[in-house]
């Protein structure tokens, strides 16, 4: 039985991006529970320290990491903490129960030996121009930009993973997957019918645009299949029309896109992608 992708309906988003709006960098709640340490806190603290699941994990939580997860507990939003989802060079990602279904949790890395990679997406954009040699400072903006993203995407009638709540540098969404684990890359399945999925991930390209944002860093590698639907995952270097490269980007996002499904038997190019996109969207409306 072939999988039948669909589409979600719209809500209307009514700029064109917000790549000219502050983002809030400065300390957070968790920062101040990390000066306090309080009992509680050096409890949950040492708990956490202590769990297996995050003993080879702890050059990622500094003090204010913990703290931040602390606050999400407080706050409702994660009741337990499960096992890792995939580690990278700025984040790991690891599953937990939330208050009714089960989420996941992103925690970038504060002190991570490399940010070169997100430069080119920061680069030009006004927002962050006061804190282009402020590590922690990059990295909390760059999760609220994450976070702002998906909301965003949500809005336009692309499904993502559901933004839950944003705290100093962790992030939690729903989680894509099953007990079995994480949901499948498009890269590591077989598509059935995929010139119904491209025609879907085309949509999504165009609902993107048309609301103002282009994803940056789109493939076969973050775009997952999870209830026999698409969605696209990893948004945090998705950058708004604003943005001096964002042509650029989004020609390269076609390129990748088109060249995944011309390889699938699908008769599509990365010019013929961005025309259709340039065609359909009008983000500046």
């Excluded at 960098?25 to 101040?32: H, K, L, P």
């Excluded at 708990?47 to 003090?63: C, T």
């Excluded at 939330?98 to 002190?111: L, M, T």
């Excluded at 995929?194 to 390209?205: D, F, K």
Aim: with cysteine; net charge negative.
């Amino acid at each position: 039985m072939e999988q039948e992708y669909g589409l979600l309906d719209t809500d209307e988003v009514d700029t064109p991006g917000d790549e000219f709006e502050e983002i809030d960098y400065t300390d957070t709640e968790a920062d101040r529970i990390a000066r306090k340490r309080d009992r509680e806190f050096s409890q949950f603290r040492k708990r956490i320290k202590d769990a297996d699941q995050f003993k080879v994990e702890e050059s990622v939580f500094d003090e204010a990491t913990y703290a931040a997860l602390y606050k999400l507990v407080q706050d409702g939003h994660i009741d337990a903490f499960g096992g890792p989802i995939s580690t990278g060079k700025e984040a790991n990602v690891y599953t937990a129960l939330g208050e009714e279904r089960e989420v996941a949790v992103k925690v970038y890395r504060i002190n991570a030996s490399d940010f070169r990679e997100m430069g080119e997406y920061l680069q030009g954009d006004p927002r962050f121009e006061e804190i282009a040699g402020n590590k922690q400072a990059v990295v909390l903006a760059w999760v609220r930009k994450e976070f702002a993203n998906l909301k965003r995407a949500k809005r336009a009638g692309i499904r993502v993973p559901d933004p839950i709540a944003v705290e100093r540098n962790v992030l939690v969404m729903e989680y894509l997957g099953t007990e079995e684990g994480r949901a499948k890359r498009l890269a590591e399945v077989h598509i059935e019918n995929p010139q119904t999925a491209y025609e879907v991930v085309r949509e999504y390209m165009y609902r993107l645009y048309d609301a103002g944002i282009v994803h940056g860093d789109l493939s076969e590698y973050n775009i997952v299949v999870h209830d026999s639907q698409l969605y696209v995952i990893d948004v945090g270097q998705a950058v708004t029309v604003h943005h001096p490269n964002s042509e650029d980007f989004l020609e390269r996002d076609c390129e990748n896109v088109a060249n995944f499904f011309s390889r699938q038997g699908v008769e599509t190019d990365g010019e013929q992608l961005l025309a259709y996109i340039h065609e359909h969207a009008d983000p500046t409306s």
